[in-house]
């Protein structure tokens, strides 16, 4: 039995999809008028759904980070989808984990390069969409750092909304790979802004100089103090913000330079990148 589909149908499933109108209306015909089996026939498509779904907000995911077995490379990535109940999915955190992994073995030189990459034959993307069209919610691959140096530490967080990358300037033994994994568990919990004072860009440097200003200001202090006050509040937020000089979580009487120092002498940290969902 042939059903009537009008356009103000066509238009009731383009609004509620987005997706153009000959493919709701093809839909609608295939779905005999049923909205929601066209809904789904809409999302089975998944590349449509995909397309339709780039403006919803993928705020949810997971973050994985990998290390190489020789402890000189690792690899973090970013796979999001729009709810909190599919990045909990084992179906969705493994996917994540397979592209982790892939990454670390390949080593590919961005994020387009990484979804040309293939698991079972078929291309990242083209899983990424297969997903989309199963789950029906925007699912994006949003970011890849690939880290090298003489030692690298990998941290997940146990929700796998935060990972960390710890590059050392030494190889990895266990006393160093220990430091190195307390060094990236503080990195997850306070997220300093820089390895070290030199590190923090002029643009943040100013700010931070003209609120320091500005507070004192407020507090009445004298205009000619006011330099030097915001100097010593810069340097205040130098000793929070930045790695090498905020206070050890673990032992509040010693730096993270300092604490790595005493793990082995002139041990320090080069780089880190801490990723978090969100």
């Known amino acids: 039995m042939s059903v009537n589909i009008t356009a103000q149908d066509v238009n009731k499933l383009r609004q509620m999809t987005g997706v153009g109108i000959m493919d709701c209306k093809k839909a609608l015909i295939e779905a005999n008028g049923d909205f929601d089996a066209a809904v789904d026939i809409l999302r089975k498509k998944g590349q449509k759904v995909s397309a339709n779904r780039a403006g919803r907000d993928a705020a949810e995911g997971v973050a994985i980070a990998l290390t190489s077995t020789d ?13 909190d109940f599919v990045a909990k999915n084992e179906e969705f955190g493994g996917f994540a984990h397979k592209i982790a992994e892939l990454a670390l ?30 789950i029906g919610e925007k699912i994006e691959l949003s970011k890849y750092i690939l880290a090298k140096s003489e030692g690298v530490v990998s941290y997940i967080h146990s929700n796998k909304k935060i990972a960390v990358l710890v590059s050392l300037n030494k190889a990895l033994n266990d006393a160093i790979e220990a430091a190195g994994k307390d060094v990236a568990m503080q990195i997850a919990a306070l997220s300093p802004v820089a390895v070290d004072k030199d590190d923090v860009d002029a643009e943040t440097v100013k700010r931070e100089i003209e609120i320091g200003k500005e507070q004192a200001r407020a507090e009445g202090k004298p205009e000619e103090m006011l330099e030097k006050i915001a100097m010593g509040k810069l340097n205040k937020f130098y000793k929070e913000n930045t790695l090498l000089n905020q206070d050890f979580v673990k032992d509040g009487s010693v730096t993270i330079s300092k604490m790595l120092d005493n793990v082995e002498s002139g041990l320090t940290v080069k780089a880190f990148t801490r990723t978090q969902v969100g």
């Open 105 to 134: 073995a390949q080593q590919p030189a961005d994020v387009d390069a990484l979804k040309a990459l293939t698991i079972d034959g078929r291309s990242i993307a083209d899983h990424i969409t297969d997903m989309i069209g199963k």
């Open 71 to 83: 402890g000189t490379t690792g690899v973090s990535i970013e796979l999001n989808c729009e709810t």
